[in-house]
C-alpha cells in the first residue's frame, strides 16, 4: 500500500473533515428551513450529534497524524488541542526559547535546536506560554513603540500590554517580565529587553534617564547565573531650537546615574558618549552578568544636515543648561511642561 506524505495526509483530513462539517450543517440547515422550528434542545442535540461525529472520526486518526496536524497549530490551538486529546503528546519540552513584542507577527517560542517550527502566541497567554515551557532558557521582550506617556502607577498592573507600561514604572520591564515568569525564572540563562520610546518632538519636556531596570536588575541579578541585558532608547522624530532642555536634563540623569553605579560596584564599565553634531547621546554599564545601555537620537536621517549647521549652537546651549536644577527626582515621572 502506498503511504501518502503526511503533509498530504493532512490536506486530505482536513478537506475530509471540513466536508463532514459543512454536510452536517447542511442537514441542519434543510432540517431548519423545511420543516416546522424545532425546539432548542431538538436543534442542540443535533448540533451535538454532528460535532460528536466530528469529533470521534478525530479519535480514529493515527497518533502520527495528530501530531502533525498539531505541529502547524499556534500555542493556544496546540495547548486546547493536548488538553481535549490526551493521546497527542505534548511537545513543549522541545521549546527553550521565548520572545515576546508588541508586534503580534513577533511573539513566538522557539526551538533553538531547530527539532520543532516556532509556534506563535498572543501577547496577552505569555505568562501562560513561559510557565508551560519546562525547558525555557531565554526569553527577549521586544517594545517597538512604547507609549512615552504612560503614567508609571498604572503600569503596575500586569493586564496591560507591554507597550502600554513606562520605563519609569517601579522596577521596570525585568519587574514585570519576573512576575510573569514564576518558576521558570530559576532556569533561565538569559533575559533581554529592547524598549524604544518614539516622540514627536522633546520641545519643552524635562525628560528623565530610566534607571528602575537598571536597578531593579542590580538588586535582583547580580549574584544570578542569569545575563540580563536592557536596551532603552528615546528617539525625537524632530529637531527644535528647545530641545536642549530636555537633552541636558536626559545627561544630567545618566551622569548620575554612572556616578551612583561606579560609587556602588567598582567592577562596572561604563562608557558615555556625546556626539552634538548628530544629536546623540549614549550610556552603557557593563556588570559580570548585567548590561544595561540608554541612548537618545533623532529619527529623521535629513537632520543630521539641520543638526550639523547647528552644533556650535547646541553645544553653547548645552553649556547654558549646566545651571539648570532638575525638577524631579531621577527617578521619577517627568511629564510634560503645559505651555
Known amino acids: 500500500m502506498r503511504h501518502l506524505p503526511f503533509c498530504h495526509l493532512s490536506s486530505l483530513l482536513f478537506t475530509s473533515l471540513h466536508s463532514q462539517m459543512e454536510d452536517s450543517s447542511w442537514k441542519i440547515y434543510s432540517h431548519v428551513h423545511h420543516s416546522p422550528i424545532p425546539s432548542p434542545s431538538s436543534l442542540f442535540l443535533s448540533l451535538e450529534s454532528s460535532y460528536s461525529s466530528f469529533r470521534m472520526d478525530l479519535n480514529r486518526l493515527p497518533d502520527e497524524l495528530i501530531q502533525e496536524i498539531d505541529s502547524f497549530l499556534p500555542f493556544e490551538d ?42 506563535s502566541f498572543t501577547e496577552s497567554n505569555f505568562s501562560l506560554v513561559a510557565r508551560s515551557l519546562i525547558n525555557l532558557k531565554e526569553v527577549t521582550l521586544m517594545v517597538k513603540e512604547a507609549n512615552p506617556y504612560a503614567i508609571p502607577s498604572t503600569s503596575l498592573n500586569s493586564s496591560i500590554p ?26 533561565l540563562s538569559s533575559i533581554t529587553i529592547h524598549i524604544d520610546v518614539s516622540y514627536e518632538t522633546i520641545k519643552n519636556q524635562i525628560l528623565c534617564c530610566p534607571q528602575e ?16 541585558l536592557i536596551q532603552i532608547s528615546f528617539g525625537a522624530m524632530e529637531y527644535t531650537d528647545f530641545d536642549y532642555v530636555a537633552r541636558h536634563s536626559l545627561m544630567t540623569g545618566m551622569k548620575e546615574t554612572i556616578k551612583i553605579i561606579e560609587t556602588t560596584d567598582p567592577r562596572a564599565e561604563v562608557e558615555f558618549v556625546i556626539d552634538p553634531a548628530q544629536g546623540y547621546t549614549d550610556m552603557t554599564i557593563e556588570l559580570p552578568n548585567i548590561e544595561y545601555s540608554f541612548s537618545f537620537f533623532y529619527y529623521n536621517p535629513s537632520i543630521c544636515d539641520a543638526v550639523e549647521s547647528k552644533d556650535d ?27
Open 313 to 339: 549652537k547646541m553645544e553653547s546651549e548645552d553649556e547654558e543648561c549646566e545651571n539648570i536644577q532638575m525638577t524631579y527626582p531621577l527617578h521619577s515621572f517627568a511629564p510634560p511642561i503645559q505651555s
Open 162 to 187: 507591554f507597550r502600554e507600561m513606562s520605563v519609569y514604572s517601579p522596577g521596570g520591564f525585568v519587574s514585570r517580565l519576573v512576575s510573569q515568569l514564576g518558576d521558570s525564572l530559576s532556569r
Open 213 to 228: 531596570d537598571l536597578f531593579y536588575a542590580l538588586r535582583s541579578f547580580t549574584l544570578s547565573n542569569c545575563k540580563v
Open 78 to 119: 496546540s495547548f486546547n488541542l493536548q488538553s481535549a486529546y490526551p493521546r497527542c503528546p505534548s511537545v513543549l519540552s522541545f521549546y527553550d526559547s521565548i520572545q515576546v513584542c508588541d508586534d503580534p507577527n513577533e511573539c513566538f517560542i522557539i526551538d533553538s535546536k531547530g527539532r520543532k517550527e516556532r509556534r
